[in-house]
């Protein structure tokens, strides 16, 4: 009876922090490599002291003290139990109880109260004892649990995923009126995607990818929700981190035209180098060639301009000095104005979106609608009405002062671009809030290094976050003479604003660039 108490106990500590490890799963994209490179090392400390408790427990166990088993597993439960209200209290990216989640958990208590049913059944022979130990080992070790759950259910995950997949082709098959145009780039996509959906929507009915949704599921779920029989257009955004993550959306959904908005060092981490982002990025012009359809591409993306096929007819350069692309360019701190080209025709237009590549997603947007019949009096109207995308660029009010809210997925250019975006700002006392920016590979210093150099030639106050990975922006902040005395380095975003509240004004702006997700935050 008591070594059931424990038993259950255990279990029910180990449920708690499943609620970390199923966070920290979810955020690597529930692929179990990268799950365990958060594992290690940012795990190691909290593993190395569940390896010590398991150990204890093993040696009071083999002594039968088993009233101190007890005593060990309430205390595990009870730090367990702080642990998972304190992580979702203080979470960027909380867990997210999707239906794929709450089948991790339904597993995860099946497993466990089979291993508990077996250790009572034969709670009187050796077996009995082995399944005690398996039950307190994975109670302790949990990134061992987490892996044994996600391969129990694989295979109705992806028997799952097969059937709305399958359900989503169908809906698509049977629409041959329906014109479907993807998007994809290394960055700018969700901007653009949201661009071209504004501008489109003046004369058609359209559907675009919510939020970020730009994943085989997240597409496939847009399909099936979404998609009405008065749906005439469906803008498909396409993310990427592996060559063949693009083909695989693009078998789902067929693209008639294309919009590639850049190539760039995004992902290397796992891509491996710029000729597998390249590749994999124009797997959307290989399907929309296929379909017969015009893929318009990113002249201004110099790993774009240098490696497309100038022979190929069914990619449109926009950009540079080619038919479709920006001229006159007037900015200032609240937005800009300047002429479009497209094919021929100029106009003016105004946009309150900050920032250059603002102006290029908005060229992208507006050159395909061109293409695809919207008139250069509608493509005036959406773009002097368009919104910052949430998250990129998007300015707000802040302690009677402003905040410039460019958190969401940084990159190497953009992130430039966003400081001098605040540069702008005349007569305010300007600071910049980052953790710097993260799967760049090899680059990934070098990339930091210059938005420190950046900061440091734009900024009144630089504050950055995570000590170690703030390291490649300090450097480059150390070879200027940026007054050293106005560059904080703190742990979170949460001391960050604790940092800037008492210093923020009427007449100050802060740029929160990139907002990390917890499992790279150090």
């Given at each position: 009876m008591l070594l059931l108490i424990v038993s259950l106990i255990l279990s029910l500590s180990l449920i708690c922090g499943l609620v970390r490890q199923f966070q920290m799963l979810q955020q690597n994209s529930y692929f179990p490599s990268r799950y365990l490179k958060w594992v290690y090392p940012s795990f190691m400390n909290e593993l190395t002291f569940l390896c010590f408790g398991f150990c204890i427990s093993s040696a009071l166990y083999l002594a039968k003290k088993y009233y101190f088993c007890i005593a060990l597993s309430v205390i595990v439960f009870l730090i367990r139990l702080i642990l998972a209200v304190k992580t979702n209290k203080n979470s960027i990216k909380k867990l997210v109880y999707t239906a794929r989640v709450k089948r991790l958990f339904a597993a995860s208590v099946l497993i466990l109260g089979i291993l508990i049913a077996l250790s009572q059944i034969f709670k009187d022979s050796m077996q009995g004892q082995i399944f005690y130990m398996i039950i307190s080992l994975l109670c302790f070790i949990s990134p061992l649990f987490v892996l044994i759950v996600w391969c129990v259910t694989y295979p109705l995950e992806k028997?799952?995923?097969?059937?709305?997949?399958?359900?989503?082709?169908?809906?698509?098959?049977?629409?041959?009126?329906?014109?479907?145009?993807?998007?994809?780039?290394?960055?700018?996509?969700?901007?653009?995607?949201?661009?071209?959906?504004?501008?489109?929507s003046e004369k058609f009915n359209t559907v675009c990818t919510p939020q970020s949704f730009n994943t085989p599921m997240g597409v496939v779920r847009t399909v099936r929700n979404d998609i009405k029989p008065n749906t005439?257009?469906?803008?498909?955004?396409?993310?990427?981190?592996?060559?063949?993550?693009?083909?695989?959306?693009?078998?789902?959904?067929?693209?008639?035209?294309?919009?590639?908005?850049?190539?760039?060092?995004?992902?290397?981490?796992?891509?491996?180098?710029?000729?597998?982002v390249f590749s994999t990025k124009f797997e959307l012009a290989d399907s929309v060639k296929q379909k017969g359809g015009i893929t318009f591409i990113s002249a201004d993306s110099e790993e774009i301009y240098k490696r497309y096929d100038k022979c190929d007819n069914s990619l449109i350069l926009f950009g540079k000095e080619e038919n479709y692309r920006v001229e006159n360019i007037k900015r200032n701190a609240f937005g800009s104005n300047f002429d479009l080209v497209l094919d021929g025709n100029k106009f003016s237009v105004t946009t309150k979106l900050l920032g250059l590549h603002s102006i290029y997603d908005i060229l992208a947007g507006a050159s395909i609608a061109y293409k695809l019949g919207v008139s250069s009096d509608d493509i005036k109207v959406a773009v002097s009405s368009l919104k910052p995308t949430e998250h990129r660029l998007e300015l707000k009010s802040f302690n009677g002062g402003l905040l410039i809210d460019d958190a969401y997925n940084s990159n190497p250019v953009g992130c430039l671009e966003a400081v001098r975006t605040l540069g702008n700002f005349d007569g305010?006392?300007?600071?910049?809030?980052?953790?710097?920016?993260?799967?760049?590979?090899?680059?990934?210093?070098?990339?930091?290094?210059?938005?420190?150099?950046e900061a440091a030639k734009y900024c009144d106050i630089i504050i950055l976050v995570g000590k170690n990975?703030?390291?490649?922006?300090?450097?480059?902040?150390?070879?200027?003479?940026?007054?050293?005395?106005?560059?904080?380095?703190?742990?979170?975003?949460?001391?960050?604003?604790?940092?800037?509240?008492?210093?923020?004004?009427?007449?100050?702006?802060?740029?929160?660039?990139?907002?990390l997700p917890d499992n790279y935050l150090n």
């Open positions: 028997t799952v995923s097969n059937y709305y997949v399958n359900d989503a082709k169908k809906i698509l098959k049977s629409r041959n009126d329906l014109t479907v145009i993807g998007i994809t780039g290394s960055f700018g996509k969700t901007t653009t995607k949201f661009i071209l959906n504004r501008i489109l005439q257009i469906f803008i498909c955004e396409m993310g990427a981190k592996k060559k063949g993550d693009i083909k695989e959306i693009c078998d789902i959904a067929h693209p008639d035209y294309g919009v590639i908005t850049s190539v760039g060092a995004q992902h290397l981490d796992t891509f491996g180098s710029m000729e597998n305010y006392k300007k600071t910049i809030i980052t953790p710097g920016l993260i799967e760049l590979g090899s680059k990934e210093y070098e990339a930091n290094y210059n938005l420190g150099l990975r703030s390291v490649p922006m300090m450097d480059a902040i150390n070879t200027t003479d940026f007054n050293k005395n106005n560059v904080f380095v703190v742990s979170s975003f949460k001391e960050a604003m604790a940092v800037y509240t008492p210093i923020a004004d009427k007449n100050s702006v802060v740029l929160l660039e990139n907002d």
